[in-house]
């Protein structure tokens, strides 16, 4: 399989991009864990496994959260749920973000995840806790998770409540949207009760749920939550190239970044960020060949993780985004999307022109969700009380088991 060949006049791009000015940010300190660079991997239901993390951390330092795992199931021993829950044997800092919409779910399985080493696959304790509280799927929302639930400011209270005591000396963040939609945004109010619970920081997708992946983010929502809060806050939202982390750092004061989409199909995005916050020319991007070499190397660790048949039905989201930009034909995408065996995959990619430069004008494209804004589903009366009922009665058991995030 050949890709269509680079104009001999191609040059290889220099992209020694000088960062506009590496901001005076420090290390990021979440309890006695310090993260530098003060950037982190949003946690991306199906994409943020074990697998996707080792290759982003291998370019950088930062934090690298799991994907998004339901307390319910890990609490009922669920062994997909203690699947996404398992680390790399070298992975640290051990990174989990947990998805709860019942207390003493979220306080069972923050003891389960601390204390770890209860199957071979979760191994030791986790470092950090990540909460959800930014989901916008119709199937969480619409039994009160996720982005409805800080609406519900008792059943919020509660469930952070529980996380920050079970979890001990383990530092624990929330993550927030803006709110529901315009009329009924939580954030500021949903910032102070975590920090006063005594989470560690603060991400905030500069979202509402209701808007989804649709308007750029609203970053002055960021700044608001820094003036409102004494903990760290981590910004989030259209991190697209290293120059934007620092934008958002400039612009609004937070103490970190939160990154997500920017960096599907380019785990090398980590390198960039590090080299900006720590003021050096960014590195060259990858040629089409080097690009190649990262995805062959993931699909590696995704049959290593999963073996080849679930690692690489894995692998398909992601070659679309590897080789966004990249003249590379359909009939390789194609073919790519069909693999069953590591050997076709490189057998693929080796017909690839090593040499092809990286479309500069590609940095910018979005990847990922682009959903259009959609009005939330709710609980029927769920916005007409702020509280969440006598004693706190539980959300339906399906509302437990979401495994979707956003
Ligand atoms: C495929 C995908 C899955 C996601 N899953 C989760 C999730 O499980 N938990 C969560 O808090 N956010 C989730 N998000 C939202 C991201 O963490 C992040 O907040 C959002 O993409 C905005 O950041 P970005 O503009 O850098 O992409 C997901 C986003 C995407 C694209």
Redesign the pocket.
Known sequence: MSASPAPATAPRPIAAVAPAAAPAVGALHLGGLEVWPPVVL???????NAPFRSLCRRHAGGLYVS??VGARGLVEGNANSQLKASFGPDEHPRSI?L?AIDPKDAADATRLLVRGGSSEQTGPGVEHI?L????PAPKVTRHGGGAALPWHRDLYADIVDATVRAAGEVPVTV?L?MGIDDAHLTYLEAGRVAADLGVQAV?L?A?TAEQR?GPP?DWSAIAALVDAIDVPVLG?????EAADALRMVATTGCRGV?????C?GRPWLFRDLQAAFEGRPLPPPPTLGEVADLLREHAELLVAAYGPVTGLRDLRKHTGWYLQGFPVGGALRKALNQVDTLAEVERLLAGVDRDRPFDEAMRRQPR??TTPPKRVTLPSGWLDSRTHGPGGAALPAEAAEAV???
């Open positions: 949003a946690p991306m239901a199906g994409v943020t994907e998004m973000q998805y990540d959800n509280f930014g989901c993550k949207r991400a997708h979202r992946y983010a989030n939202g259209d991190i697209w939160v990154v997500g989409r920017g599907l990922g969700h979707s995030g956003g």
